[in-house]
């Protein structure tokens, strides 16, 4: 479905990529683990063309796209839940959603769309009005979520969703990424939260100095303890 070759991007003279190649096939959850500072966020927003490719290609169920804009992007099927959520903070939840919905996939209902948002959050449906900078930490993260959601993504690039969120609500939100794989939206997913990723994804790479240094193919539990070990220095 997405397949990176070769990228390198970064900010001003500094290569943050440095020839990253991986891929995400359809209906997987896809994990980015790696330390501060390794490239994570880079790698999505180069994704979502917020930086530019400098070298190498982007591919989207065949097709180039390292040139195309965002707004495009997002019109593909693929949305980006940034890291620190980024939701208006001065407008109410369901202008937050309506705002997203405005720039959607328009293959699929709107009305389908939030209702599906509301049963995976029935939180949201609760505070409608409310306003988003209100919402605790842990809502921010379903708003930003659902933001996502509701422009009918076939992609979701997850930054980081489990940051600063309490032990027991990063379970349920990762309950929540796992429902919404299985109800076919397929997750690439940066998380330095090591153990609360490793139980969902299918796959993973561990990132190091702007390239993956480590990919997985099927996670079993041997293997799980070496990644721990080896390249996330854990044990
Ligand atoms: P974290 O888990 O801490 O968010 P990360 O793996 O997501 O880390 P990035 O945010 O992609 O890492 O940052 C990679 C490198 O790029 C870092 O050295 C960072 O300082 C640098 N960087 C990030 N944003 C900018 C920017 N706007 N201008 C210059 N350098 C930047």
Redesign the pocket.
Known sequence: MLKINQVVS???D?K?LKGISLHVNEGEIVGIL??????????LKTISNLIKTREGTITYLGQEIQNSSPHKLISMGIAHVP?GRHIFSKMSVIENLQISMDHANKKSNGKDRLSYVFDLFPRLKERLKQLGGTLSGGEQQMLAIARALVAGPKLILLD?PSMGLAPLVVQSMFETIQQIAKDGTTILL?E?NAVAALEIVQRLYV?DMGRTVYESQQITNQELDKIKEVYLGMS
Do not use: P, R
């Open positions: 970064g900010y001003g500094i943050v790696g330390a501060n500072g390794v490239g994570k966020t880079t790698l890291q980081e940066v330095q990132m």
